[in-house]
């Protein structure tokens, strides 16, 4: 599957990562990182991203922080968007509070 360029790609590929993100596992994540790293960041695909990285942020850290960190390192996103990929790597204050 080429990566989404079309809306109707995206909407294609979020209820995919909505069926991928009920198995937390490695592969999981390597998954959704290569969907980040293929696809253009643009206003089509806005809500492919949002829901990657909020599927993402569901996921232990110590199945997200090396291929996070590889991502960011692989490909250069804009700045926003690195940001947003970054605070995946930051400890949530209210992860506190979910125990």
Same mark, same amino acid.
Do not use: C
């Given at each position: 599957?080429?990566?989404?360029? +079309? ?13 991928? %993100? ?13 969907? &980040?790293?293929? %696809?253009? /960041? #643009? #206003? ?8 990657? &990285?909020? +599927? $993402?942020? /569901?996921?232990?850290?110590? $199945?997200? /922080?090396?291929?996070?960190? #590889? &991502? ?5 996103? /804009? ?6 990929? +970054?605070?995946? &790597? +930051?400890?949530?204050?209210? #992860?506190?509070?979910?125990?």
């Amino acid at each position: 599957m080429p990566a989404a360029e +079309e809306l109707e790609d995206v909407h294609t590929r979020v209820k995919i990562v909505a069926a991928l %993100s009920h198995v937390h596992d490695a592969e999981t994540v390597k998954a959704l990182g290569y969907e &980040l790293k293929r %696809s253009i /960041s #643009n #206003n089509v695909t806005r809500q492919l991203y949002t829901t990657i &990285l909020k +599927e $993402l942020r /569901s996921f232990p850290m110590e $199945l997200i /922080s090396e291929p996070v960190e #590889n &991502l960011l390192a692989e490909k250069d996103f /804009s700045y926003k968007i690195k940001k947003r990929i +970054e605070e995946l &790597l +930051e400890p949530e204050y209210d #992860n506190f509070w979910r125990l």
